[in-house]
């Protein structure tokens, strides 16, 4: 009997694979149109998280079959996406504390890079730990099965009845 494919985790990060590429892509859109002179590593550092989240589905298409601990595969894939999430609300509330309070910006001046290295920390952090638990998943389904004894006596019991 085949064993089905777990492929939730592969369509999962595609479609976040997708969602990264199209903000970097429309980043890299406005940043050019207002005139921004980007060096080529820095419009490519725009693409790094994407090109991790295509591996990382190219990673569970491939062990799709082999993933038995569903666990691991889930706290990887939750918190990574927290990690891109909480990085992306909190950029939109910062930008937004910027555009619409210019006036309590002069006020929170002093916090603004403690609130940068807060968010820089928090993604990392939370990055980092969820690909410990894609290196779970990975050692896991590539690992070999135990060994099944055929039966419990002599090897030479079939051949002496």
């Not at 569970?60 to 993933?67: A, L, P, Q, V």
């Not at 060994?147 to 090897?155: H, I, K, R, Y």
């Amino acid at each position: 009997m085949l064993k089905k494919g777990f492929t939730t985790p592969f369509w999962w990060m595609l479609v976040m694979g997708v969602i990264a590429c199209v903000m970097s892509i429309s980043m890299l859109y406005l940043l050019m149109q207002y005139g921004a002179h980007l060096s080529m590593l820095t419009r490519m550092s725009l693409f790094y998280l994407p090109v991790i989240m295509f591996v990382e589905a190219a990673m569970y298409w491939t062990i799709r079959k082999r993933m038995t601990h569903r666990r691991d595969v889930w706290s990887h894939i939750l918190l990574f996406t927290a990690a891109y999430a909480l990085n992306f609300v909190v950029r939109v509330v910062v930008s937004m504390v910027f555009i619409l309070h210019s006036s309590v910006v002069v006020s929170i001046l002093p916090y603004m890079r403690a609130i940068g290295y807060g968010q820089l920390y928090l993604f990392w952090g939370l990055v980092v730990v969820a690909h410990v638990f894609f290196a779970r998943v990975l050692i896991k389904a590539f690992a070999k099965g135990p060994v099944e004894e055929v039966g419990g006596g002599n090897l030479l019991d079939d051949v002496l009845d």
